[in-house]
T-cell receptor, first 112, second 115 residues
Framework: GENVEQHPSTLSVQEGDSAVIKCTYS??????FPWYKQELGKRPQLIID?????GEKKDQRIAVTLNKTAKHFSLHITETQPEDSAVYFC???????????FGKGTSLLVTP | NAGVTQTPKFQVLKTGQSMTLQCAQD?????MSWYRQDPGMGLRLIHY???????DQGEVPNGYNVSRSTTEDFPLRLLSAAPSQTSVYFC??????????????FGEGSRLTVL
């Protein structure tokens, strides 16, 4: 299946700072890259996704960038708030698009 | 809409016992899948289904069976539980193929401990 590498595994920032999480993938045919957020004890939920025909997508304080040549994509969170503290997962297609393979996750802690 | 419902939420098994994790969705989604979540390992795909009567293996299928007799239900069976299957299990569904365009809607998870 698709290998998805995610870095860093943990990230601690001060409230108001920016946070960046990076993922790389191996299948150059991949064309859909979602990000999920999982709060402690809760289920993962989609926060943003990007398709391969665009290089960047924004939704308020979060943005995702995609570099198809380098096969990596990143999640950017600006003006971080304590409620942004969670585990974030990137994902990329697997099994010819019939499934998603997830990265191992990044635990983000935003301290007041 | 209840979304994706998993039962039970917690279960303790002894090695060698069998059990079924239930998953039901009321969104008329064709695509359903099972993931397991272990510390430091992220979410790993066990099995998935693209419609009633159609299932396929994911990344870690060994020790698990699935079937899809209806659009709504996608149970996960552990035939002979092993301690290595101690994990949190998530069922997820999508209106489209998960790897193409479909947002995955997850259930609340089922925490399984095998002694």
């Amino acid at each position: 299946g698709e290998n998805v590498e995610q870095h860093p595994s943990t990230l601690s920032v001060q409230e108001g700072d920016s946070a960046v999480i990076k993922c790389t993938y191996s299948d150059s045919a991949s064309n859909y890259f979602p990000w999920y957020k999982q709060e402690l004890g809760k289920r993962p939920q989609l926060i943003i996704d990007i398709r391969s025909n665009v290089g960047e997508k924004k939704d308020q304080r979060i943005a995702v960038t995609l570099n198809k040549t380098a096969k990596h994509f990143s999640l950017h969170i600006t003006e971080t708030q304590p409620e942004d503290s969670a585990v974030y997962f990137c994902a990329a297609p697997a099994n010819s698009g019939y499934a998603l393979n997830f990265g191992k996750g990044t635990s983000l802690l935003v301290t007041p | 809409n209840a979304g994706v419902t998993q039962t039970p939420k917690f279960q303790v098994l002894k090695t060698g016992q069998s059990m079924t994790l239930q998953c039901a969705q009321d969104m008329n989604h064709e695509y359903m899948s099972w993931y397991r979540q272990d510390p430091g390992m992220g979410l790993r795909l066990i099995h998935y289904s693209v419609g009633a009567g159609i299932t396929d293996q994911g990344e870690v299928p060994n020790g698990y069976n699935v079937s899809r007799s209806t659009t709504e239900d996608f149970p996960l069976r552990l035939l002979s539980a092993a301690p290595s299957q101690t994990s949190v299990y998530f069922c997820a569904s999508s209106s489209g193929l998960a790897g193409v365009s479909g947002e995955l809607f997850f259930g609340e998870g089922s925490r399984l401990t095998v002694l």
